[in-house]
């Protein structure tokens, strides 16, 4: 993607990242970006989604901001490429996500969360922790995850896009920090 790596060069350039953690998260997307779509496959409300989003994040200082940000944008590449996740409702069951689940599951399979009921019935799946999964269930209530919860779902997603894409995105150890 010739276009795409001249305008990183261009924006990169142009501005003074504030810190590193942030000049990962525009490295990622374009990374998710480039994987996720195909060339001859055009998808502009995506590329406009990511210009402005590496613009905006940089007016973030602090970690748990830049995450909240990157896993809203994560989610946003899934449903712009059709690949929306199920977060509300057990896929399998169709149940609401309740608070008052005493577990709950991510399957890439599935490609969304399951209930303990449906566990048993999906071999690829991670179980979330109940903080991390009511975030994920109600997104609107990210604004309020501490960044410990934001790493823990930002987890599920480097694994799914590393089930979606056969391999870990090469940018998934800076921004999980391993
Ligand atoms: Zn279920």
């Given at each position: 993607m010739a276009t795409l790596t001249e305008f990183q060069q261009q924006v990169l350039a142009g501005n003074k990242v504030?810190?590193?953690?942030?000049?990962?998260?525009?490295?990622?997307?374009?990374?998710?970006?480039?994987?996720?779509?195909?060339?001859?496959?055009s998808h502009p409300q995506l590329f406009d989604n990511m210009l402005e989003f590496i613009k905006n994040i940089q007016e973030y200082d602090r970690k748990a901001d830049s995450l909240k940000f990157l896993i809203l944008f994560q989610l946003g590449i899934l449903k712009e490429t059709g690949l929306q996740l199920i977060l509300h409702k057990c896929v399998n069951c169709k149940n609401d996500f309740s608070a008052k689940w005493a577990e709950a599951y991510f399957s890439s399979q599935a490609n969304g969360i399951i209930c303990k009921d449906c566990e048993a019935s999906f071999a690829d799946k991670i179980k979330l922790n109940k903080e991390a999964a009511r975030c994920m269930a109600d997104l609107k209530s990210i604004g309020q995850a501490s960044e410990k919860n934001l790493l823990e779902i930002e987890k599920i997603l480097i694994y799914h896009f590393t089930e979606l894409s056969g391999r870990p995105p090469k940018m998934a150890k800076h921004i999980l920090g391993k």
């Open positions: 504030k810190n590193l953690f942030v000049l990962n998260c525009m490295l990622f997307v374009t990374e998710l970006v480039n994987q996720l779509t195909d060339e001859y496959d």
